[in-house]
């Protein structure tokens, strides 16, 4: 999936009276709840770990893993990691893609079922770094018991005490949600290393928002649940954009050689070459690896 393909998909999901009608509720919902702000816990993959091992989480991103206060699940992730552990954290990974998998199941039979009824709206969160609104509208569930957002990142210097996260909760929620984000360094090659050199410590532009903000997986649900009689259409296509958004590990020798690239990088702010490099790691993401 090309960034036009992205920007196509986001116009035309924008644009559904589902979503804007969601939209609308969850925006006012969030105007009137009460808010907590949330713990956040930042680990970091060894730069010891094999390509293939960790599989799920990408060099080149930083993951959010959401889920309320004292979820098993989070405590494995942060354990294995820790550990170096690829084998049992690739497990509690297939635990939440079964998660995944069993929501849009369930979610999509709904949309056409005649028996579908008007939901409340949970409790949401919204992870930032310094300030930078990375993901709006995370919520958990009973079927999805732990949410997953990766962030593309560029792999310069990031201050694990900029991370935050805040809950706009229910009355009735006594459980407060808690968030794991796993730091995966890109491979780097000597022109990014030396860009990212004089780039500030801990600069917001190192890391970018989510790919699909604002149409979240959360805020899919959202459109679910605001709008029992949502348009299939909606929840396939974004099904499809799921399994075709594949990344890649490093940004390709023949665009950092590149005349074009060199120039700004020579000619451009520190700052500005970050969210340069940040862009190119961005449309990687949005490749497919090459067959």
Not at 6 to 12: G, H, Q, V
Not at 87 to 111: C, G, P, W
Not at 240 to 247: D, E, K, M, N, P
Request: hydrophobic share 40%.
């Amino acid at each position: 999936m090309s960034r036009k393909d992205l920007n196509e998909f986001l116009t035309k999901s924008l644009a559904s009276p589902e979503f804007q009608r969601a939209f609308v509720q969850v925006s006012e919902e969030a105007g009137t709840r009460p808010v907590r702000t949330c713990r956040c816990v930042v680990v970091e993959i060894s730069g010891k770990a094999k390509a293939n091992d960790f599989a799920h989480v990408t060099p080149g991103t930083v993951t959010a893993f959401v889920a309320q206060e004292g979820e098993p699940l989070l405590s494995k992730l942060i354990e294995t990691i820790e550990a170096n552990n690829s084998k049992e954290f690739n497990s509690a990974n297939d635990q939440i893609q079964r998660m995944e998998t069993e929501l849009f199941s369930k979610r999509a039979a709904s949309v056409i079922s005649p028996e579908s009824k008007r939901q409340a709206i949970p409790s949401f969160a919204e992870i930032s770094y310094a300030n930078k609104t990375l993901v709006s509208y995370i919520h958990v569930n009973e079927i999805l018991r732990v949410n997953v957002h990766p962030f593309p990142y560029n792999g310069g210097n990031l201050d694990k005490n900029k991370f935050s996260m805040i809950e706009y909760y229910r009355a009735d929620s006594d459980k407060p949600l808690t968030c794991v984000l796993v730091i995966r360094h890109p491979k780097l090659s000597k022109i990014e290393r030396e860009a990212l050199r004089l780039v500030p410590s801990g600069s917001p532009n190192n890391i970018a928002a989510s790919l699909v903000a604002p149409l979240t997986p959360a805020l899919l649900e959202f459109v679910l649940i605001a709008t029992p009689y949502a348009a299939q259409w909606l929840v396939n296509e974004f099904v499809r954009f799921l399994i075709g958004a594949v990344a890649l590990a490093s940004i390709p020798d023949d665009v950092l050689r590149s005349k074009d690239f060199q120039r700004k990088v020579k000619s451009l702010p520190p700052e500005v070459t970050a969210a340069e490099l940040l862009r190119l790691r961005t449309d990687i993401l949005l490749r497919k690896p090459p067959k």
